[in-house]
């Protein structure tokens, strides 16, 4: 029981935040408070869409170390070990192999951009946008699937949490 309620408090640290936010602050502008007037203004709305998207994809393979002096350094695991952004550091191997990917961090990513599509979903800016004047059977749609998707990531974040503390997230003391 405690370790549910451990994962559930630590979920919003799972969640791909930061692209949320930028899209939540964006897309009104993008789409002229949901009115996508133009084939243009559709494609930016899109493309807005499809960058976050990637954000979420992405972030889900960054991971944090500390170094030999304990300052934080922020990286991208690859299948070999962990790449440190900061290319003058250097992390020993056999430290930064610990950070190598992980089958289970496409998972962790593939629900982070789930996360996001249902984030997007909600927003009446882009249904408006895109689905102007839905029928009854797209409405029930849109509102149960973002429900039923929330639900089945937030039950894998819990069920199986991630190891990694991505760009922004705290990094324990371990």
Not at 52 to 76: E, I, M, P, Q, W
Not at 84 to 101: F, N, P
Not at 128 to 143: D, G, I, Q, R, T
């Amino acid at each position: 029981m405690r370790k549910t309620f451990k994962g559930t408090a630590h979920l919003a640290n799972l969640l791909p935040t930061g692209s949320v936010l930028a899209f939540q602050l964006l897309l009104p502008a993008f789409t002229h408070q949901g009115q996508c007037p133009t084939a243009m203004s559709r494609t930016i709305t899109l493309g807005l869409l499809s960058c976050c998207a990637l954000s979420c994809f992405l972030l889900s393979f960054t991971d944090s170390v500390r170094d030999a002096r304990g300052k934080v350094r922020y990286g991208l695991a690859t299948f070999k070990d962990l790449c440190v952004v900061d290319g003058l550091v250097m992390i020993a191997s056999e430290e930064a192999a610990k950070y190598r990917l992980r089958v289970i961090d496409f998972f962790h990513a593939l629900a982070a951009l789930l996360v996001f599509a249902v984030a997007a979903v909600f927003d009446q800016n882009v249904v408006k946008c895109f689905c102007p004047m839905p029928s009854e059977e797209v409405k029930k749609l849109l509102v149960a699937l973002p429900v039923g998707l929330g639900i089945l990531c937030s039950l894998f974040f819990v069920a199986f949490p991630s190891r990694r503390h991505g760009i922004g997230f705290p990094l324990s003391r371990d």
